[in-house]
């Protein structure tokens, strides 16, 4: 039996977000000196597409604003021109969600409000984790090892914003690596039923409980995709093993490639010299008659570098070997004359 595997990579989905001042209807005072409340809004720049037609972005703003996390935001004022870099002294772990009653609306509690003077340098990211705690602009992640319970995770910056510069921009990108997967038969036969039972990725070929991919790591919330060292220093401290395991929710397995309901995000980690794999354990069994049920499992090493940002798809192609019938000789009559001579008379 043989299996076939091809990876698939998207480009990376931005999600936009927008943050916007209303004027203060009762003041008196002239525009300059109006109190501006700080609020959010949101909206999709653009959704990426793989190379194999798959979507690159799982979290999107829909998602995102109807989730009960929304997101997070750490602000930095400095009351003059300076730059002191990003911080929290006046956004600490701040959750922002989106409204119920419109779908363009972002809300948050207690309100915040723009200076005349000076500026605000922001972080943010998604999904909002409660005692998220900031450390020379970053945070610590930790990779669910449960599949189903996974989420995609975003970041966004945005430096020296004033009243004047509103609405305030973040795009958000995606910080973790994706991984998903498609699985087909390689005989169009429909006699025959291929049940999954599980798929692992682990490091190794024969024990699935052989560990791989990292546990935790630091992600940098100030880093900067249009600098080209940022996708290389994004996340340090990475550190851990763990394996993951697909065991439930598996498409039919026909013919034809269909995808998997679960996807993987995981720190970015390379894997160009080996020590990954994937294990797959199946059951053939056959329509009208036969009992029998035979499992199997078999396992290829996937050489792959694992970036931030992009999506690669597993393919699956469970071969079957027919059990064939042959024939390489009928052996000849030999003679005996063991039987005696009978007269008849």
Not at 194 to 211: E, H
Not at 222 to 238: G, P
Not at 287 to 312: C, D, H, R, W
Request: glycine letters at 8%; a negative charge.
């Amino acid at each position: 039996m043989y299996k076939k595997f091809f990876m698939g990579i998207a480009a990376m989905a931005a999600l936009t977000l927008v943050s916007c001042s209303s004027d203060d209807l009762n003041s008196v005072s002239d525009n300059s000196s109006k109190n501006e409340a700080i609020s959010f809004d949101g909206y999709l720049g653009r959704s990426a597409v793989s190379v194999n037609g798959s979507r690159g972005s799982v979290l999107d703003k829909t998602q995102l604003h109807n989730s009960a996390d929304g997101f997070g935001v750490f602000g930095n004022y400095s009351s003059t021109d300076e730059d002191n870099g990003f911080g929290s002294n006046l956004f600490n772990n701040q959750k922002v969600k989106g409204d119920a009653s419109n779908e363009n609306k972002w809300t948050y509690d207690p309100l915040k409000y723009w200076s005349t003077e000076g500026h605000i340098d922001f972080l943010a990211y998604a999904p909002y984790v409660e005692n998220t705690t900031l450390t020379d602009s970053k945070i610590n992640f930790t990779v669910v090892n449960t599949v189903a319970d996974q989420k995609d995770l975003l970041w966004a910056n945005v430096k020296g914003q004033t009243k004047t510069d509103k609405p305030v921009t973040f795009t958000f990108n995606h910080a973790l690596a994706k991984i998903g997967y498609t699985v087909k038969k390689g005989v169009n036969d429909d006699n025959v039923t291929i049940t999954l039972n599980k798929i692992t990725l682990a490091g190794s070929a024969t024990d699935p409980a052989k560990k791989a991919f990292y546990t935790t790591g630091t992600i940098n919330l100030s880093k900067d995709l249009t600098n080209t060292e940022a996708a290389t220093d994004l996340w340090t401290d990475c550190k851990g093993e763990q394996n993951f395991t697909w065991s439930s929710e598996f498409p039919n397995v026909t013919s034809s490639s269909l995808a998997g309901s679960g996807y993987l995000f995981v720190i970015p980690q390379n894997f160009s010299t080996g020590k990954l794999y994937v294990i797959v354990d199946y059951t053939i069994s056959y329509k009208g008659g036969p009992t029998a049920e035979m499992k199997s499992t078999v396992s290829s090493p996937i050489v792959m570098n694992f970036l931030q940002g992009k999506a690669y798809t597993i393919n699956l192609t469970i071969g079957l070997t027919p059990i064939d019938f042959d024939v390489n000789v009928v052996n000849g009559w030999v003679d005996d004359n063991t039987i005696p001579e009978i007269p008849l008379n």
